[in-house]
């Protein structure tokens, strides 16, 4: 890990904070990276992960948008442009939306980011090499009418971006964190979302990075009495797709909407954790995951519900779903539960199968050709998890997986 560590120092001493960054990295050189013997990382391809093949970079990249970026962006509001982990523009702010790029080593949780992911090597890794924080403000009564785009790109070796997302009382708004580039790079980006009592925030998290990209992920939605938080997580590119997304409900009548879906082909491995962690009672959560794997791709979907005692009334529910378009694709569902109050209503459900073959009789009955026919039940899957989005947004994505679907081998019984 010399070539990776040289640089991760050079880049250390040369910030203003080089004492809290250094804290950080020396937290994760004492754990090192993780093995497939930890629970939580037993199904990655961890032995073919060498962090030399990364360095650190002491300045962002010239990067151009995709064709995609700049059709996302059309109809936003705001645009923020990450290039590299380096927050390079901040467009026209909004009336009541504040956004800036600050140094900063704390949590929205007021913890230390060090302190507050002391258990995950890569959030330790993004503490100590992030250059900065993209923090996003909505002031209290304020209402976002256009979405604010995130545009993430990575065109160096690695990249560690942070967000942080803060909504006050009586807001709203629908923000999107979008990652592109990553071509043989270490992608490892953070955020957190305050969610203020009686706010809501519409979060899409969409990520198509280049398919020889490691991208490891962590989100945690901070959520205050009867704030919303919606969250969908789109994972379509990436060699190696790791994301983890935290809820924690620290006020009665907290909600949150999770939606994860993924697109596997070719030897991707997309990996999904959850915790929906109610801390008060009254709080509700719905998980829904669902994803396909084609070709020779792998999924893993870990996800639990943790209810704290004395959380009454917490109602609770988790389902994923994974459609497997090839006999060599192979997927693994882990729900678990973590109840310590008897009066909640909690529920988790899980399947992994190929598609129905009853359905596509009756479409081929009906004069569907056979590989029409499997497509057609392919976006059908997937319909559900878009019906959700801004109408502009799902348009796109569904244009999006379509046309990674028409490069997708299904074989089928």
């Not at 923090?135 to 990575?154: F, K, S, Y």
């Not at 310590?340 to 359905?359: I, K, T, Y």
């Amino acid at each position: 890990m010399k070539t990776f560590a040289d640089s991760a120092t050079s880049f250390i001493a040369s910030q203003s904070d080089a004492a809290s960054r250094q804290g950080a990295f020396n937290a994760f050189e004492a754990t090192g990276l993780p093995t497939t013997t930890d629970e939580v990382w037993r199904y990655a391809p961890l032995s073919e992960l060498s962090l030399d093949k990364f360095s650190i970079t002491s300045s962002p990249s010239n990067h151009t948008d995709s064709s995609f970026a700049i059709d996302l962006t059309k109809s936003a509001g705001l645009v923020i442009r990450v290039v590299d982990g380096y927050c390079v523009n901040i467009g026209d702010l909004p009336k009541g939306v504040h956004a800036e790029s600050v140094e900063s080593s704390t949590s929205l949780s007021g913890q230390s980011l060090t302190l507050r992911y002391e258990s995950d090597t890569f959030a330790q890794l993004n503490a100590a090499l992030a250059p900065s924080t993209t923090v996003i403000r909505i002031d209290a009564g304020v209402h976002v009418e256009q979405p604010i785009i995130v545009l993430n790109a990575t065109s160096a070796q690695s990249s560690f971006s942070r967000t942080q997302i803060e909504l006050a009382k009586g807001s709203s708004a629908t923000i999107v964190e979008y990652f592109e580039g990553g071509e043989n790079a270490l992608v490892v980006p953070l955020s957190e979302y305050s969610i203020g009592e009686n706010a809501s925030l519409q979060l899409i998290t969409y990520q198509r990075l280049n398919a020889t990209a490691w991208h490891v992920a962590r989100t945690t939605g901070l959520i205050q009495r009867d704030g919303r938080l919606r969250q969908a997580v789109i994972g379509i590119g990436g060699y190696y797709n790791r994301s983890r997304n935290d809820a924690e409900f620290l006020g009665t009548g907290a909600e949150n909407e999770l939606r994860t879906t993924f697109l596997g082909s070719g030897k991707q491995v997309h990996d999904f954790r959850t915790r929906q962690f109610h801390k008060v009672g009254r709080s509700r959560s719905t998980l829904l995951s669902k994803g396909a794997v084609a070709d020779e791709s792998r999924s893993v979907y870990t996800g639990v519900i943790e209810i704290e005692k004395g959380a009454k009334r917490t109602d609770a529910r988790q389902t994923n779903h994974n459609l497997l378009l090839s006999p060599h694709a192979h997927a693994d569902s882990v729900p678990n539960l973590d109840i310590r109050e008897n009066d909640v209503m909690c529920a988790h459900a899980s399947s992994v199968g190929p598609l129905d073959e009853l359905q596509r009789w009756y479409l081929e009955s009906r004069g569907v050709s056979r590989p029409d026919a499997e497509r057609l039940m392919i976006q059908g899957f997937f319909n559900e998890m878009l019906t959700t989005l801004p109408k502009e947004l799902a348009q796109l994505v569904e244009q999006d997986v379509t046309s990674v679907l028409s490069q997708v081998n299904v074989v089928t019984p």
